[in-house]
């Protein structure tokens, strides 16, 4: 999980009250009526909000005016924004129901990583501006986890370079994603589409290009930075291809070919 120092921290959250939410160890009484809240509900709450207005929008007040309830109520079953922000993290990193069980390659194991990443990021854009450097670890992100090495681990890496293997992916994913995230956001900001937004320079990047101080730049074809092309894929795909070159080279060492 990757950070950017314009991140939000996650401050004010108790490790040991967090992992008891989120693994179901912290037992609550029984006794009086039923609670017209559950924790469930509270973190859908929390995650539709940041999705739909980021999660700035996201505080105890705001949640209780959702939920149509006190905010007092709310800290009966979360501590604080802290902790409803681990809660939230590891909502969005529990992995889809398999139908099946796997039965594809490493290297598609690591193409779906990288896809269902970008997909993550892009349905909750709000996670690129979270520092996860130190994630509470949660039953939705152990398991993602755990499903990622299973699928990789007939790379025969060690477990160091697995690891580093999904460090690499993600930080490729991410440095995407942001840029995919930050477009939308500069339309909204903006109300400029990009054909707009590039029209506008257009006249002025034709005459620096003609004064022939830049003839790399001036000599790129009509669609070199054309929305044809598929970057995501290309990156990927020579990303998978180095990788796959290190394990037939480890293959070729094991084996003495």
């Known amino acids: 999980m990757t950070s950017t120092g314009g991140d939000i921290q996650r401050t004010g959250s108790d490790i040991t009250r967090s992992l008891e939410l989120l693994w179901g160890d912290g037992v609550r009484p029984t006794r009086g009526p039923k609670p017209a809240l559950t924790l469930d509900r509270i973190v859908t709450e929390a995650v539709r909000l940041a999705d739909a207005e980021g999660l700035t929008a996201v505080s105890m007040r705001r949640l209780s005016t959702e939920l149509g309830t006190?905010?007092?109520?709310?800290?009966?079953?979360?501590?604080?924004?802290?902790?409803?922000?681990?809660?939230?993290?590891?909502?969005?990193?529990?992995?889809?129901?398999e139908e099946e069980p796997w039965s594809g390659g490493w290297r598609e194991g690591v193409e779906t990583y990288a896809r269902e990443t970008l997909v993550l990021y892009r349905r909750h854009p709000w996670l690129l501006h979270v520092n996860q450097a130190r994630p509470v670890l949660g039953p939705g992100a152990v398991g993602g986890l755990d499903r990622t090495l299973t699928r990789i681990a007939p790379m025969g890496l060690t477990d160091p370079e697995l690891i580093g293997v999904i460090v690499a992916v993600e930080g490729y994913v991410t440095g995407v994603a942001r840029t995919q995230v930050h477009e939308v956001e500069a339309v909204k900001k903006s109300g400029l589409t990009d054909e707009a937004f590039w029209e506008a320079q257009q006249p002025t990047l034709e005459r620096i290009m003609m004064s022939g101080k830049y003839p790399a730049l001036a000599g790129l074809s009509e669609d070199a930075f054309g929305s044809d092309f598929d970057h995501f894929e290309?990156?990927?795909?020579?990303?998978?291809?180095?990788?796959?070159?290190?394990?037939?080279?480890?293959?070729?060492?094991?084996?003495?070919a």
């Not at 795909?237 to 084996?255: H, I, K, N, P, S």
Request: aromatic content about 8%; glycine content about 12%; cysteine-free.
């Open 70 to 97: 006190g905010t007092m109520s709310l800290y009966r079953y979360v501590p604080g924004k802290g902790d409803l922000l681990d809660l939230m993290l590891d909502r969005v990193y529990t992995p889809p129901e």
């Open 234 to 256: 290309f990156g990927l795909q020579r990303l998978l291809d180095g990788l796959d070159v290190l394990v037939a080279a480890r293959r070729e060492a094991e084996t003495g």
